[in-house]
C-alpha cells in the first residue's frame, strides 16, 4: 500500500485515481527520462501523459478579481500567493493580471487522466521562483493533500547559463530572458536567479507538505546511474523494490546538449561559480540545510576563479 492512498473515483465501469507522486522540478534536469523510467514499472502509470500541467495558473486578463498577489483556486475561492518570496512575486511593480484555476473542472476531471494504477504527474515548473509556482503550490495542497513531492535538481549555474540559447519561455513564470552573460553575471541578483536558488523552494515546499513527503534528487546522479534513485522513490511511494528493465534504464530522453555550444556559456559558468555570487550563496544554504555538501555542486574556493 503506497504511503499516500490514492483518492479514486468509478465511472462508467472505470476507475480513476488522482496520482500519488507529483514531479515538481526543475526544468531540463532529466524529468523525461525519470519519468520514463518510472513508467515501466508495472503499478505506475503517469496515465494519458508525462505532464498534465493541471496545477499551471490561467491568466485572466479579462477582471481585476483582487490584487495580483492573489490566485484564484478551481472552486473560487481566493488564496494570497506572494507571501514568502523574498524576491516578491512576479510582475513586481506592474500591474499583473489576477491568476486563476476557475475553469479547469475539479479532482475528478484531473483524476480522469489517470487509471487505476498508481499515479504520477511531472510538471518541471511547479517548482520556480515566482507567485505562479507558489499558486500551484497552494493548488496542489489543495487537491493533494497527501502527494509525495518529487524535485530533480541540476547544477544550478549550468541551469541559469543554458538559458544563453534556450529563452525559458515555457515557464509561464520565467519571464525574464537571457540577453548577455555579462550583464546577468555581473550584475544584481534578478528574479531569474531565483529559479535557481533551489533553497528558498525546498523550505516553502517543506512548510506545506512536511519535510519527509519531499523526496530531491540530484540530476546528475540521476544521470550516473538511475537504479539507486528509483529504489529510493518506490520506498518514498511505499512500494515494493522491482527490478527495472536495464534497456529502458540505458535510454536517456529528451536530450539536446546544444546549449554548451554557445561561446558565452563557459564564460557564464565560470562567472556564476565564483564564492562571492548569488547562486554560490544559494548552494551553500542548501548543502547546509540538507546536511550534505553534495548539495553544493561547486566547491566554494573555486579554482575557476583564478581562471576568469
Ligand atoms: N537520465 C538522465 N539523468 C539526468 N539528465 C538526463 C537524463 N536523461 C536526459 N537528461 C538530460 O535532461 C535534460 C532534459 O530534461 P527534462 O526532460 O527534464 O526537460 S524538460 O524540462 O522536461 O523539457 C537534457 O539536458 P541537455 O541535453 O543538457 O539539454 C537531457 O540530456
Redesign the pocket.
Known amino acids: 500500500v503506497p504511503a499516500a492512498a490514492p483518492r479514486c473515483f468509478e465511472e462508467n465501469g472505470e476507475r480513476h485515481c488522482l496520482p500519488i507522486l507529483l514531479g515538481v522540478a526543475?526544468?531540463?534536469?532529466?524529468?523525461?527520462?525519470?519519468a520514463t523510467?518510472l513508467a515501466a514499472h508495472p503499478k505506475l502509470s503517469w496515465g494519458t501523459r508525462?505532464?498534465h500541467h493541471w496545477f499551471r495558473f490561467l491568466m485572466r486578463k479579462d477582471e481585476a478579481s483582487g490584487p495580483f498577489s492573489v490566485a484564484e483556486m478551481a472552486d473560487g475561492s481566493l488564496r494570497e500567493v506572494n507571501v514568502t518570496f523574498s524576491t516578491g512575486g512576479l510582475g513586481e511593480g506592474t500591474a499583473f493580471p489576477a491568476i486563476s484555476q476557475v475553469g479547469r473542472g475539479d479532482w475528478r476531471s484531473y483524476a480522469r487522466q489517470f487509471g487505476p494504477e498508481y499515479g504520477f504527474d511531472?510538471d518541471?515548473c511547479y517548482l520556480a521562483h515566482g507567485m505562479l509556482s507558489r499558486a500551484s503550490m497552494m493548488a496542489i495542497k489543495e487537491t493533494l493533500p497527501n502527494a509525495k513531492i518529487l524535485a530533480?535538481f541540476?547544477d544550478p549555474a549550468?541551469q541559469h547559463c543554458?538559458r544563453l540559447r534556450d529563452n525559458v519561455r515555457?515557464c509561464a513564470d520565467a519571464l525574464s530572458v537571457m540577453r548577455t552573460p555579462d550583464a546577468e553575471c555581473k550584475g544584481p541578483a534578478r528574479p531569474h536567479f531565483h529559479n535557481y536558488c533551489y533553497v528558498e523552494h525546498v523550505e516553502e515546499w517543506w512548510r506545506e507538505f512536511g519535510r519527509h513527503n519531499v523526496l530531491l534528487v540530484k540530476?546528475?546522479e540521476?544521470?550516473e546511474d538511475?537504479l539507486p534513485i528509483l529504489g529510493t522513490i518506490l520506498r518514498f511511494v511505499g512500494l515494493e523494490p522491482y527490478d527495472f528493465p536495464r534497456d529502458v534504464l540505458s535510454r536517456?530522453?529528451?536530450?539536446?546538449?546544444?546549449?554548451?555550444r554557445h561561446p558565452d556559456f563557459d564564460y557564464c559558468l565560470q562567472a556564476h561559480r565564483r564564492p562571492d555570487t548569488f547562486l554560490t550563496s544559494c548552494n551553500d544554504r542548501l548543502a547546509t540545510l540538507l546536511g550534505d555538501p553534495k548539495w553544493h555542486w561547486w566547491p566554494s574556493s573555486s579554482k575557476e576563479e583564478d581562471e576568469l
Open positions: 526543475s526544468v531540463r534536469a532529466g524529468t523525461t527520462s525519470l523510467y508525462k505532464e511531472f518541471p530533480v541540476r549550468h543554458s515555457r540530476s546528475e540521476l544521470r538511475p536517456e530522453h529528451n536530450v539536446h546538449n546544444t546549449t554548451r
